[in-house]
């Protein structure tokens, strides 16, 4: 029966850590008025992403990107006082997540190769805009446009850069170029698309692994048959909410299993480094069996949802939670009280 089914499922499996973990950091930007606004601001996301994968891989293109920075972060850019200001925020702020000699902690290092190879051929000004945009993670308050500039005088610091005379100024950060760094970027196909890590793992996890799961999971509480959504033209127009009327009902769940196939081996990918900097052990033999499991379960929910059957969709949801879960309990739940603290997460040593 469906519905006893339901009420034990919802009690149980369906309050996994994956299923209803709440977004940890509030949308803070503003959505743009109109849906035309809103195209045109996805398309200028895209093209930033764009801008963002060329710049790490291709040094033509970087060139391109970035054609009038004429100064480099090892022409003494900033000022020792500013450094000095920029580390006592640091120390305040966010010393807890990127540690004492900003090696990394619970948040990635803020020096060093790893560092460096990921604002490879940027400007200072991304680096910037990066902290003052997102940093501290969860913060209660933003961070000044000076707090800003400082705490980057300071990263620099850090990472060996030289202080001059005068200090790092708004105005000049867009002209100031990010040292560049050879990476080591895999082509797909032996194509001249390359396959390197955008990503650190929970954002991928987050990005894909999540909402596909959840999409799957949620068989366990409706039947996708039934599932028809709601008209949307009557409240101010939506993508997410218009998009779910394309590929409604089961078509939905096979969608969803597929994206978890599909993407598990991106867990796979050498060189992507865990939230707290540690690189994501692909070499380990458990971590690829955990992965495979993943695309296992991704196939098996396919199948499942191909056959249009309630019963053997939820079945499936089983297969699926313990697949993210064995590795999780292993890889990222760790640390004091099992869980959260990030720190001892991908440990090379389990
Ligand atoms: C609560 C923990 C936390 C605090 C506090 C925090 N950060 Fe972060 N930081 C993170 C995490 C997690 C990431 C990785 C995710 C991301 O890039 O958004 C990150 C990423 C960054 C990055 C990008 C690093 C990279 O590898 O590209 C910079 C730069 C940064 N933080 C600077 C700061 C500065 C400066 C402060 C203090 C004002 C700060 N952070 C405070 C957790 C934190
Ligand atoms: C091979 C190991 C592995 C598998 C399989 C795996 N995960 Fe993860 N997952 C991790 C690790 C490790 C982290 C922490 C990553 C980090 O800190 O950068 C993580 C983080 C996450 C996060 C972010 C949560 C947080 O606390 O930041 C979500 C959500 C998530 N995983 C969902 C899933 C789902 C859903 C599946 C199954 C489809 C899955 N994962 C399969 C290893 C795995």
């Keep these: 029966m469906h519905l006893i089914r339901r009420g034990r499922r919802s009690a149980g499996r369906v309050r996994s850590d994956d299923t209803v973990r709440v977004a940890r950091r509030p949308l803070r930007r503003t959505p743009p008025a109109t849906p035309i606004a809103r195209a045109f601001a996805a398309a200028a996301g895209r093209a930033g992403v764009t ?52 090696e990394g902690s619970v948040g990635p290092p803020l020096a060093g190769d790893g560092f460096l190879a990921i604002w490879s ?15 501290p993670l969860q913060a209660p308050a933003p961070l000044s446009r000076q707090e800003s500039i400082d705490l980057t005088a300071y990263v620099l610091q850090a990472g060996g850069f030289p202080a001059g005379q005068a200090e790092l100024t ?19 196909g032996g194509g001249d698309v390359p396959v390197a890590p955008i990503a650190n793992l929970a954002q991928l996890m987050r990005a894909i692994a999540f909402p596909a799961s959840n999409i799957v999971f949620n068989v366990q509480i409706k039947d996708p048959a039934d599932d028809v959504p709601a008209p949307t033209g009557t409240r101010s127009f939506d993508f997410v909410e218009w998009g779910a009327t394309v590929y409604p009902g089961w078509e939905a769940i096979d969608l969803a299993a597929l994206a978890i196939a599909e993407s598990a081996p991106l867990f796979l990918v050498p060189g992507r480094r865990c939230e707290n900097g540690r690189p994501v052990p692909v070499e380990r033999a458990d971590w690829r069996e955990y992965t495979a499991a993943v695309v296992e379960a991704g196939r098996a929910a396919y199948r499942a949802s191909q056959s249009r059957d309630w019963d053997a969709a939820i079945e499936v949801t089983d297969q699926l939670n313990a697949a993210c879960d064995n590795c999780h309990q292993v890889y990222r739940d760790v640390g004091a009280e099992g869980r959260g603290v990030g720190t001892d997460r991908c440990r090379q040593d389990p």
């Excluded at 708004?170 to 797909?188: C, E, F, K, N, W």
């Design 51 to 102: 801008v963002f994968l060329a710049a790490a891989f291709a040094g033509a293109l970087v060139f391109t990107a970035h054609a009038r920075q004429s100064r480099s972060v090892a022409d003494g850019v900033y000022s020792v006082e500013q450094a000095e200001r920029g580390r006592q925020v640091y120390q305040e702020q966010c010393v807890t997540c990127h540690g004492d000699a900003l």
């Design 170 to 188: 708004d105005a000049a950060l867009p002209g100031i170029a990010l040292p560049t760094v050879a990476t080591a970027a895999a082509s797909a």
């Design 121 to 135: 051929g940027l400007s200072v000004v991304d680096l910037v805009d990066k902290i003052h945009n997102t940093m």
